[in-house]
Each structure stands twice: as C-alpha cells, then as structure tokens.
C-alpha cells in the first residue's frame, strides 16, 4: 500500500501471541449449560404437546420431513421434476437454479439466521399476509382463466412436494405468495444493491499492515465456514467512522490515524454486525417494504399512462389517484414498523457488535474510540441515547469495560489503562 496516496503510516506491534487470553469462568459455564437444559426441556414439551394440541398442523410436520428423509418419495419428487422440465425446460430450470441459491445461501452460508431474527420474521408475515390478501381477496385471482394455467405449472414444480402438506389450494396460494417475495428480493438487490462499495478496496499486503489480518485470524473458524471472507475500503469521503453493508466493510481513513489498538477494535466492531447478519436482517426488511411498494408502483404507473387514453383518462386517473395514496398509507405503515425493529434491533445490534469485539480481544480500542465521544451526563444526552439507533457512548463504554473486566480480569483493563488511560482527553 501507498503511504503516499492514504498520506499516513501505521506500524502494526500487535502480534496474535500478544492479546488477552479469556479467562475460565465458572458461572458463564453453568450460565450455557443451564441454557442448554432449559431448550432441550422446551424441545421435549414442544414434541409431547404438540400432537395432541395441533394433531393436523402435526401430520404436516411429519410428512414434510417424510418429503426429505423418505428415499421413495424424495424419487417421486425428482421424478416430478424431470417430466415438468420435458414439458417446460426454461420455466423448471429458472426455479432450479433460484432453489439451488435459496439452499446454497440458506444452509452453507448460514443466512437462515438472519431470516430468524424477530424483525426479519414479523417484517416477512407482514409482507406475505398482504399479498395474499390482495391476490386472493381484493383481486381474487383464483377466479381468472390464468390460474388454471398456473395449477398445471404448479403440479411439476419441485416445491409443490413440499407444499402438498398444507393442502392443494393453500399449496399453490403459498407458491404464488414465495414468488412474489422472491421477484421483489432480486428487484431490491438489483436496484437498491445487497451491499456498498465506498472507497479504496484494501488487498492482502493492505490489511496485514493495517494490522486487519490480526483481527480476521482471531475469528472463530466456524463462522469463516458459513460466511465468506469479508472485503474491506479504506475511505476518506467520511471522517472518524466506519460501517458494514453486505460483505463489504467501509473505513475512515483517520481512523488509523488514531493508533493500531483504536482501529483494530473499530474492525472487531464491524466484523460483529457481518457475523451476526445485521445487514441481512436489514435487507430482508427491506425486501417486505419493497414487497408492498413495488406492486403498487407498477399499477399506479400502468394507471398513469391509460390516464391519456380516451374514454379511459378520467376512470384511470382516479383509480391510479386512489391506489397512489393506498400505496403512500400502506408504504407509511410498513416503514414505520421497520423503524421501531431497526431502533429496537439496532441497539441490540450495537451490544451484540460491541461484545464481538470484547470476545476478540480488542474491546479495549473499540473502548477508546468510543471514549471520545462520551459527554457527561445530562437530560440531552439522555434523550439523544434513546431516541439513537445507538445506544449512548457512555453506556456502551461502561459495559465494554464490564465485559472486558469479565473475561480478561481486573489486572488487564488496569494494565490498558496504565497505557491508554489518558489517551485522550
């Protein structure tokens, strides 16, 4: 890397031998297996409970695992989709390769934990209870020529299998509701982009001698299984911060400024919210808003040019009217929902991100970068830190340092602040 392009030097005397050692505790291990036991006692219940509470919802669960685990069943479904892909090769091979993506990044990038997270979950219910009332009760589909069409693209369909459970016309509702959701995703992907590139992309020589290498390696090897090695920019179109959208990870360049232990904890940071899918709740989030405003979008814009067509111009204009300011209500509603999650989930985030940095071995700078912008107590710093998607620095300092003190002992944070403690004023 050019010093004299990013006009500054960093000397790395960090090594990985160098950081703290996370301490036995005792209680944080009774604390897991007491978890532990409280889920596996939840499981037994959910099991016991279940059939005899939900006997139908029961004998779908149990012929849906049949579909996978079943070898004569799982051969029908192949079988299924060889004669669909005779009949219809572009249509079976489009969804093949959207199921083989679904799978790919579902399961071996392990994006179904942010399909898990609360706002992700109510924000995609949301969504889909709306297209299903506006495909099947405002527009009634089921009733149009198209959807016989539709039964006989449906029956060879891979997922029909799957589906069958809830029954043949919940199945092929519940089909049409995916496809939606799934023809909104690539829209949001394609035109709002999953991720930002800011910046100058650093290469392998650039993040070992900012000293992001040291951070990477102190990952757990289990979470570099399920996601892919992040990409990290180096910027100056903003001053003294950083963030993470999608794989990529965006940082001011006067952050190094500040010192090795202040960026690299600043990089811990950012590396919780990509290992904890922050972004990818936030997209998928997005995606259900999208779900709403698009389809609206697209009739109100067919509305607006049969608006100048004689004899139709007053009839559309109205109903283009109408269904503009149905979509501005409706649009209104999901974002204000989102954003109630978001400063929910934010905070959460910015705990859970915090804490990463801690369990690194970097808590420490990401302590001191916070540090600067910490104000004393007072009734605007209070109400700021609420209404904040972060939480207050002074609040996020006080548990950096609880954590740190909790995993590395008192004698550590004494030790950095004999070093850093009046690092800045």
């Known amino acids: 890397m050019s010093s004299n392009y990013y006009n500054y030097e960093v000397k790395n005397d960090t090594t990985y031998e160098e950081m703290p050692r996370k301490r036995f505790s005792l209680i944080g291990l ?43 069943i799982f051969s029908l479904v192949v079988s299924s989709f060889i004669e669909g892909f005779n009949l219809q090769p572009i249509a079976r091979s489009i969804e093949l390769l959207v199921l083989v993506v679904c799978v790919w990044k579902l399961i071996f990038r392990g994006k179904i934990l942010a399909f898990l ?10 969504a889909s209870y709306w297209i299903y009332l506006i495909l099947f009760y405002a527009l009634n589909i089921t009733t149009l020529p ?65 000293g992001i290498n040291d951070v990477l390696r102190r990952v757990n090897p289990i979470r570099k299984i399920f996601l892919p090695r992040p990409r990290f920019y180096a910027t100056d179109t903003f ?11 965006v940082i001011a360049l006067d952050i190094f400024d500040e010192g090795i232990e202040v960026a690299q904890g600043v990089i811990a940071h950012e590396l919780g919210h990509y290992y904890h899918y922050d972004t990818d709740a936030s997209l998928i989030c997005n995606v259900a808003i999208n779900t709403v405003t698009f389809p609206l979008m697209i009739v109100t814009f ?3 040019i049969l608006s100048h067509i004689p004899f139709l111009g007053i009839a559309a204009g109205i109903y283009g009217l109408l269904l503009s300011v149905f979509g ?14 978001y400063w929910i989930d934010g905070k959460w985030a910015e705990r859970s991100a915090d804490m990463f ?17 910490t104000e004393g107590f007072s ?16 609040s996020r300092c006080r548990y950096i340092k609880k954590r740190i003190i909790r995993y590395y002992g008192e004698d550590y944070w004494d030790s950095c602040v004999a070093v850093y403690g009046d690092y800045y004023v």
Request: proline share 2%; net charge positive.
């Open 30 to 72: 009774l604390s897991k297996i007491r978890n532990l036991c409280f889920l596996i006692l939840l499981v037994i219940l959910i099991f016991t409970a279940w059939p005899s509470l939900h006997t139908e919802s029961y004998l779908c669960f149990r012929l849906i695992v049949g579909l996978i685990f079943n070898k004569e």
């Open 117 to 126: 997270r609360i706002k992700s979950i109510v924000m995609l219910s949301l």
């Open 146 to 210: 198209i959807w016989s069409e539709y039964a006989s693209f449906f029956i060879y369909s891979p997922m029909f299998c799957w589906l069958y459970p809830l029954g043949l016309d919940m199945a092929m509702k519940a089909y049409a509701v995916i496809i939606v959701l799934i023809a909104c995703y690539l829209a949001t992907v394609i035109f709002y982009g999953s991720s930002v590139r800011e910046g100058q992309r650093l290469d392998r020589d650039d993040m070992e001698e900012l």
């Open 239 to 249: 001053s003294q911060n950083a963030y993470s959208s999608g794989r990529n990870i």
């Open 302 to 304: 067919i509305a607006r």
């Open 328 to 341: 501005a209500i409706t649009g209104i509603i999901f974002n204000i929902i989102n954003l109630v999650f």
């Open 357 to 373: 940095s801690v369990v690194l071995g970097y808590g420490f700078g990401n302590y001191l970068f916070l540090s600067k912008y």
């Open 379 to 394: 009734l605007r710093a209070l109400i700021s830190g609420f209404l904040d998607v972060h939480p207050g620095t002074r």
